[in-house]
């Protein structure tokens, strides 16, 4: 065999490893992505209200969206 053939091969199997490393990547962080999702979920507005009822209020829908929108804008300054 000739060294450009040997060198070819060399670069093609590097190629096909590091394709098959980045999606094996991929579905990895998907995996645990989604996993994440499941044990902490985003709060909604329903987690806002129980949160209000266990201190012993009962909440106004006004409150509510109030506390839903400074979080979002708490979110949006964090990034």
Do not use: H, W, Y
């Not at 201190?55 to 804008?73: D, H, L, T």
């Amino acid at each position: 065999m000739g060294t450009g053939v040997i060198i070819g091969m060399s670069f093609g199997i590097g190629i096909a490893c590091l394709i098959i490393g980045a999606a094996i990547a991929f579905f990895i962080t998907k995996k645990m992505f989604e996993k994440q999702m499941r044990e902490n979920p985003p709060v909604n507005e329903d987690m806002i209200r129980a949160m209000f009822l266990q201190m012993g209020r009962k909440p106004s829908e006004a409150q509510i969206k109030n506390v839903m929108r400074s979080m979002n804008n708490a979110k949006k300054k964090k990034k």
